[in-house]
């Protein structure tokens, strides 16, 4: 079911990993709902992060939502290994499954919800086979791989898109939005049908993420 109020999930990659149980204490303190871990393999994405390990520590720190966004190139290998660690929603991309509605049901086979993301260059019509099987859409607005990137405005128009469709066919999806978000275009983007915001930067490098956090979550339709 679509939130009443905006989701906010920091992304744990901008925190401070020598802090790591700080950086989530403060997440949950700031009223966030989601946990973001995005895992990079250095193969579809220029970077490299983190595997389970990583998420068996988080799981450990927090009862958020640990949502996992697996930027990676064989994603199905590596799905049971993510859930069994405690992510409790697992994001593919459509751009590295040969077979997506099969890496969603493995998702979900595992007790896990699943959701599916596009890059910029991706068009949302490539959702449409899949969407009504879907817990969760995660529209990219910046080419993954790194943090810190500037917001691409083209990513409005497929967002308005997205929501269409989602409400003509699976109204109970979440829609997701990441890469550049802020205080300044959060309202702009649950306008436009986002229900979840992925915050990196505009939360954890906040000169106040308490407030930044009260401010995303505070936008409205």
Same mark, same amino acid.
Request: hydrophobic share 45%.
């Given at each position: 079911?679509?939130? =009443?109020?905006? $989701? $906010?999930?920091?992304?744990?990659?901008?925190?401070?990993?020598?802090?790591? =149980?700080?950086?989530?204490?403060?997440?949950?303190? @700031? %009223?966030?709902d989601?946990?973001?871990?995005?895992v990079?393999?250095?193969?579809?994405?220029?970077?490299?992060?983190?595997?389970?390990?990583?998420?068996?520590?988080?799981?450990?720190?927090?009862?958020?939502?640990?949502d996992?966004?697996?930027?990676?190139?064989?994603p199905?290998?590596?799905?049971a290994?993510?859930?069994?660690?405690?992510?409790?929603?697992?994001t593919?991309?459509?751009?590295?499954?040969?077979h $997506?509605?099969?890496?969603?049901? $493995?998702?979900?086979?595992?007790? @896990?919800?699943?959701?599916?993301?596009? /890059?910029?260059?991706?068009?949302?019509?490539?959702?449409?086979?899949?969407?009504?099987?879907?817990?969760?859409?995660?529209?990219?607005?910046v /080419?993954?791989?790194?943090?810190?990137?500037?917001?691409?405005?083209?990513?409005?128009?497929k967002?308005?898109?997205?929501?269409?469709?989602? /409400?003509?066919? /699976?109204?109970?999806?979440?829609l =997701?939005?990441? %890469? %550049?978000?802020?205080?300044?275009?959060?309202?702009?983007?649950?306008?436009?049908?986002?229900? @979840?915001?992925?915050?990196?930067?505009?939360?954890?490098?906040?000169?106040?993420p308490?407030? @930044?956090?009260?401010?995303?979550?505070?936008?409205?339709r």
């Open positions: 079911m679509q939130p =009443a109020n905006t $989701l $906010l999930a920091p992304s744990i990659l901008s925190a401070d990993f020598t802090k790591l =149980a700080e950086s989530i204490a403060l997440a949950e303190k @700031a %009223g966030a989601w946990m973001h871990c995005d990079m393999d250095g193969h579809f994405v220029p970077n490299i992060t983190f595997g389970p390990f990583i998420i068996k520590a988080i799981a450990q720190c927090t009862n958020l939502v640990i996992t966004h697996l930027m990676i190139s064989d199905d290998t590596y799905i290994d993510f859930i069994q660690a405690g992510s409790n929603q697992i593919v991309h459509q751009e590295t499954c040969a $997506l509605h099969r890496s969603v049901q $493995l998702i979900k086979s595992l007790g @896990a919800k699943a959701g599916v993301s596009i /890059n910029p260059g991706t068009p949302v019509s490539t959702l449409e086979a899949i969407l009504p099987d879907l817990d969760l859409v995660l529209l990219m607005s /080419n993954p791989g790194f943090g810190g990137q500037k917001f691409i405005p083209s990513s409005y128009v967002l308005r898109k997205l929501d269409e469709m989602r /409400n003509a066919m /699976n109204p109970e999806m979440i =997701a939005v990441d %890469g %550049g978000v802020t205080v300044d275009n959060a309202q702009d983007l649950v306008s436009a049908g986002a229900d @979840a915001l992925i915050a990196g930067t505009a939360f954890f490098k906040a000169d106040n308490a407030e @930044a956090a009260g401010k995303i979550k505070s936008a409205s």
